[in-house]
Nanobody, 126 residues
């Protein structure tokens, strides 16, 4: 079902902002759950934010509520993650994921998602 390509990662200081993009090609995710996960070295992959591309409903992990915003641009088949007030503990590889089933309930569990991008690194220095 196509490819997911992340971009926008980089290095910022604590308190800074970054916007990640996840561009989907080869398939239009018009009514699917799409999500961002992050994984730090030695830790499990953790759900950050998810969106239902059919209705725009969102769900966030507790550690990012109020700081991160997930959004979509259906015309570009792209999902974004706006990250504000970044903290050193946000440092991780960030992955975009998509579920091929119709999105009825939004989960932030990695095993609910079937397609993954290669990831983009985010590093936040104190």
């Amino acid at each position: 079902r196509g490819q997911l390509v992340e971009s926008g990662g980089g290095s910022v200081q604590s308190g800074g902002s970054l916007r990640l993009s996840c561009a989907a090609s080869g398939y239009t995710y018009s009514n699917n759950c799409m999500a961002w996960f992050h994984q730090a070295p030695g830790k499990e992959r953790e759900g950050v934010a998810a969106i239902g591309t059919g209705g725009g409903k969102t769900h966030y992990g507790d550690s990012v509520k109020g700081r991160f915003t997930i959004s979509q641009d259906n015309a570009k088949n792209t999902v974004y993650l706006q990250m504000n007030s970044l903290k050193p503990e946000d440092t991780a590889m960030y992955y975009c994921a998509a579920d091929y089933l119709p999105c009825t309930v939004i989960f932030l569990a990695a095993d609910e998602y079937n397609y993954w991008g290669q990831g983009t690194q985010v590093t936040v220095s104190s």
